[in-house]
């Protein structure tokens, strides 16, 4: 016996995962600079690398998921959710972006390292949203 259920559930922005985790990660991050003042950071050929690496990765990941194409998707790209995805992803893009400058420049600071952090967080979270939506859209 299958169970459906129509009912279709209120989206809110404020309660979702891609605000919420970069959120908690930064406070998490400023709360560990406390105890730790003299933490270093990666060098900043190693974080070019890796922020070029990531927005590379979510180049491949926004194309693959702006070309599915099934019912799920269909309905899927109407909704809310999907915008939202999507504006997350380019803005995340064009962030990893600007740190592959700023670290290849040698431009580290406070500032610089907490937009990592939050790069970093977006980047899983989009990664499970991924996740979600190729199981929903095989299905």
């Known amino acids: ?9 209120k989206y809110h922005r404020f309660n979702k995962r891609y ?6 990660s930064v406070i998490g991050y400023i709360i560990f600079l406390f105890f730790y003042k003299n933490i270093n950071f990666a060098s900043t050929e190693t974080l070019a690398s890796i922020s070029a690496t990531f927005s590379g990765f ?4 926004v194309s693959i998921v702006i ?5 799920f998707t269909k309905i899927f790209k109407k909704s809310i959710l999907y915008k939202d995805i999507r504006i997350t992803f380019f803005i995340t893009i064009g962030i990893f972006i600007i740190l592959t400058f700023l670290f290849s420049v040698g431009i580290i600071n406070s500032f610089v390292e907490i937009l990592f952090i939050i790069s970093l967080t ?7 949203y991924l996740y979600e939506i190729s199981r929903e859209s095989t299905k």
């Open 1 to 9: 016996m299958e169970i459906r259920n129509n009912s279709l559930k």
């Open 19 to 24: 605000i919420f985790v970069p959120f908690v």
């Open 58 to 61: 979510l180049i491949t990941a």
């Open 67 to 71: 070309t599915l194409n099934n019912e």
């Open 122 to 128: 977006e980047t899983i979270v989009l990664v499970i």
